[in-house]
């Protein structure tokens, strides 16, 4: 069984990771890292887990966790990422990384969206992407798995089938997402302020986030041509979820039916994408791994809509259902 | 001072355009229709009026609402309006219709989106839209006022001048709106219990919601020929608010400067619209007749971010505004 | 593996139930029964078990039920509830009853708080309430079990240790108990409709609860003398959850410590109720079966602090724990 | 027309007071301090004033303060407003102070619960609390006025006719009060970050706030004996509204008529208290400055239930009802 270490104990994807792996019976957690001071216990951070996981937050150096563990769940920032898991690596572990260090391929693209260098530079454009629905065969042998933003989730996951069927155009794909404030991670911010964004919404960082370069990546790499998209991001009152609606110019003349059948045909034997005909909302995957999808025609545009948990199929659940491939676990375990 | 009927009393917008004229130095209450068995006090049905509107909820014709009133303020449902317009115009009563009613001046466009037959065709065409911002002149003398729908208003004001400055095409405009549950109504469904709809976000009748042709409508007439938009609208849980992104193809090389500059010329002396240089929140006019506006350029793409209150500037402030427009009072009157 | 069927599957017990019992190695759903016209498919009603259940909502005569099922868990109303029982229990089912129909021993008091006559008054006072913290050792041989409503398993889990010590009064006993929305049921109506509740909190049926007979008799069971609780139940914006306070005059002199100790020993080996030093919130046991319990002294007056998932720990996770006890299972499998 | 300045513009009692006085036919803002940065427009802070009032935070020593306004009102923090008052008051202005410092009549009091020592201890005993309902007659010549805080409110209105009336006794009062989150203020903390408060309901310094002694004081004033309540608040996941829910031992034998009739009877002439029948919502308040009360006898124990808007009633709006008083307004300007 092997032996898991949770870099980043003290946020919501680490409790939320935290909570898959205490019904995975093959997943050992050995450590939990943060920078916390005094190393509190988990309980103490995470009241919901009092009684579940008697571990208190350490400080430990690559070194230590690579002695301790066999596979490591990265839920550090980007920059922190980059700068510990060559580390870990040598060190014989591997790791899910969930922050976006290793999801580029280009260090320039990265250093031009992120204001920073990159410290691991040359691992870049050798790291599997880890959405299984696109790049499952490049899973089970990775060292690494660079675990996708929970926006691209919800946005690739509806256009790579269409783009790759030739049925949408590559250019112009307008992307209007809106998320759940838990996103926006667990440091109190003003913009975080509960009097602050409940019964408030709110468009932030239109066509300034980051995840807008790792969704034209990944499009890109499916259409085999160079995507740009146009992706406004969006603030909603509630804890989690996230609603994806994007608009695309029809590659030719396709009707609604046809689109669906596509996506349909394309996630068939997918165990979390559930292709749908009515208009999914978010609570409908609440808690789950799956991405809910469904397509509309709507005067000659091709509309998709389509929902995941941010926590879950945007982070912790994909990390896991990475892990279970990366170790030959049935791909759904613990994760239903 | 003008003596004022509401009718549909019982519902949300009713509630807050009563609170809105109780602080009108120049508007009288004097009688509030609805069908609720037993002509209860309005305080039982908004129990928030306790002690600030001594009337009860009545069951009157339209001859009865006539000889009672010289103003009538319509928060009835489509259908239901245009069946009682007519007399009480006859009757010598001036009109705030919040229906849709009259604002569509073709009875056949009405009849495809409506499902019905429309019940006063001929006045069709002659009813100003009672959006002050671009109709204002017709207004004072008008018997009859057709009050702007709230997704139209929110996406009209933003997007009408930059097309009648030739800023964007008038084909493939796209607009995703998101609203909270009180645009929904006070009736009680499954799709607007708490519980269905808290901490859960979804999209809803996707190109075929009934203010389509309205905003087709409007925008057409401002920018000279015929437009068809792309709607999406969205459900969010919150009370009140509607934000909305459009996205356009700019008619030629504008800059993001160049839009607003557009913006803010055309608003400038417009007590109710503020165009903004952040990204505003639906908080921002919460409890307001404002409408919030900025712009964006990306990748190419014109974006307009906007906001409003759906029940005030979107509903009873509008409603309110036209009134003072017709009377003659201070357009802002009551309304800050 | 015991083939079960669910009474009533169109409600929201019935669907945390279904979601619990997906995961159970040994609990096969045969059959989920409602009154739903046209036997619709559960996904249509609860989109979120989309591809994880394959049963169509089916209306079935007890007998029928009795042929299919070994096992019974019924979410439906009172009154209803125990038309049915009888039969079930005469076909050989084992059933768990989610409705108050045989939680009180006295017909008398039944027909006082729910106004109606009891439809099968012989079996009262012979049934075990469900609450396996205080009488598991009747639940293994029981045919039928009344689980707890979700407000008494809140107040009596922290009050019944400490009646049982003789440390507080049984007379004067004060319950404060909120309560997130779900409680009232997935019927829409006018005091569940969103934007009535949102950003609204409101005291309900205050004195007059119908949990609060159930709430005198259990605690009066263990403090071996009539109790007569003051109980008023609010009403909170959100989906879940319950939080009890309680107010108790202390029986002697005695310590906040000792009241802690007390909780802590009571509730030593309990696999879901945990005895916390911190004030828990209700988010602390959104989603789990636990229940998690403080106290204070205050000026002399001893209070208890409770929150539990009232879908969870409140009806369906506690209808499993029954379960599992009742079919000789781990206690806590699939609900962990 | 008094010339007004705001101390502390930048939280929410600020920002509701600052729309309040906009509607003021009698005020004149003149000055709004705050210590951020760089003297930003209060548009850059509060966006919602966007073109309503054109001041920027300045930073000003109370002689400056003194020197430009007639009346101040004091937004700030306990122990800095007491050492600012007394040259405010020395500079010719009258002051509104929303903070904690000149409530307490006793020193040792406030040292005791707010950790500190007061730096104005002799001025306190003669400071008029600002509740009109109880000390109206003390307020218009006061230089000085110490506006309550919002749980005292919500809990003095209902107990202090029925403690005058001898209807209960003063011994044992329990008040149990939940509050929106805008009452912890705008400063961002984990304990109001949006994620963990919504969907989340748990009780706070239990027996330990700060407005225990507040109630105690003016209850024990009323009742003309000392009193001691037992305080519980409580943390409600909204932005508004406080519901709070007494209990009290009757002193006599009396009937729920009796005790609302005392009620009434106390309240006839007040514009902002309402006695209601029916049990009261906080939204029935949300963004007035009215109280709404009823009373219950439950198994013999008096209840009383009330509800207000925490920054209205609780802040702002009781501090604007005290400048009318002061400056002999009518009492409701600006507040209906």
């Known amino acids: ?51 579940r996981l008697d571990l208190c937050l350490e400080q430990l150096s690559p070194a230590e966790v690579a002695a301790r563990a066999d596979c490591v769940f990265g839920c550090l920032p980007h920059g ?9 690596l040598r060190g014989g572990t591997r790791v899910v990384d969930f922050s976006a260090d290793y999801r580029l391929d280009d260090p ?41 933003g929970c926006y691209p989730t919800s946005a690739i996951l509806p256009l790579a089938p269409l783009l790759k069927a030739g049925l949408i155009e590559p250019r112009g794909i307008i992307i209007d997402s809106k998320t759940g404030v838990s996103g926006a991670g667990r440091t109190p911010r003003l913009t975080t302020h509960y009097t602050e964004c409940n019964e408030s919404m ?28 146009i992706f406004a991001p969006h603030l909603v009152p509630m804890d989690r979820g996230i609603l994806t609606t994007t608009y695309s110019q029809p590659a030719a003349d396709v009707s609604e039916e ?13 165990p979390f994408v559930r292709v749908v005909d009515h208009l999914p ?40 259902q990475n892990f279970n491939i990366m170790y030959g676990y049935p791909e759904a375990t613990a994760l239903l």
Chains 1, 2, 3, 4 share one sequence.
């Open 80 to 88: 922190v990422s980059a700068s510990l898991v060559p580390q870990l």
């Open 108 to 148: 320039e693209v990265f250093a031009t969206w992120y204001n920073q260098k990159h410290a691991d530079p040359e691992r870049l454009g050798k790291v599997v992407y880890g959405l299984p629905e696109l790049f499952r065969p490049q899973i089970p042998d990775a060292p690494l798995v660079a675990n996708p």
């Open 258 to 270: 046809q689109v669906l059948q596509t996506l349909r045909d394309f996630y068939a034997d997918e």
């Open 281 to 320: 909302g978010t609570k409908d995957s609440w808690g789950t791994n799956f991405c809910d999808i469904t397509a509309r025609i709507v005067r000659g545009r091709v509309l998709t809509i389509s929902c995941l948990d941010n926590l879950i199929k945007g982070a912790s659940g994909a990390a896991v």
């Open 202 to 229: 709110s468009a932030y960082n239109v066509g300034r986030h980051r995840h807008t370069p790792e969704i034209d990546q990944i499009l890109g790499t499916v259409a085999g041509t160079p995507v740009e998209v």
């Open 1 to 51: 069984m092997p032996r898991i270490a949770i870099l980043g104990g003290a946020g919501y994807t680490a409790l939320e990771l935290i909570k898959i792996l205490l019904r995975h019976p093959e997943a050992e957690i050995v450590a939990v890292t943060d920078l916390h001071e005094g190393q509190p216990h988990v309980a103490m951070i995470h009241p919901s887990l009092t009684g």
